[in-house]
């Protein structure tokens, strides 16, 4: 059984159907990816499989439990973590300081004063090693808001990594990196995999196709195709849509 399915998912906004009949799923210990022209719907799919939009009919199931229509704080608590394709970080904190206001046990004091969370000595090693695991050691005095745009991106996946989630979705990942951020992030990717399962929508195929195990391709609010990165290139259909050049 996969570890993550959406079973027949629609979504519409008034009269505008943006997602009919989606079905995907994602098994644990994989890269997935979805992908598709921009107006395709992918990003409308995102939202409602990582719980910010309710679907209208079908069924969203996380490690056999049904999730669709639960809080998002819920569905975090579940194991599900997310970033998202506009950074979302505490710009006047250090890197540190948002790896450990993420962490499960910092979180569950966010009552208590600030300070008395950053003095406790475990969570700040746990922030510390997760900076080093996102290549940001030696940075974590550093406030957010003053970090390069690639260190920024890898701040947010520890921010997202911080949960100790089992399945982490991955937002636009590549949105405005150049080559050397993206090939930093794919070489990141390819470590995190060994913790929990990913989920990728990006528009960059090249990236994608390099390193997902499967690719859904969401075309016109529906899933046209799917199949390993090798059958995506020999798809008829997929060469014929508005993807470009996936060879």
Known sequence: MALFEAVHIHKRFG??????????????GRVSGIMGPNGAGKTTCFNV???????????IRFAGKRIDGLPPQRIARAGLARSFQLINLFDEFTALENIMLALPGVRARRRRLLGSAFGDKAATRRAHEILALVGLEGR?????????????RATEIGVALAAEPRILFLDEPTSGLGSDGTARLARLIGDLRKLCTIVIIEHDMRFLLGLADRISVIQWGQVIAEGSPAELRRNKWVRRSDLGEIG
């Open 15 to 28: 009269q505008q159907v943006v997602l009919e009949d989606i079905s995907l799923d994602f098994e644990e």
């Open 140 to 152: 974590e005095r550093e406030v957010a808001g003053n970090l390069s745009y690639g260190d920024r």
């Open 49 to 59: 499989l990582t719980g910010r939009y309710k679907p209208d009919r079908g069924e």
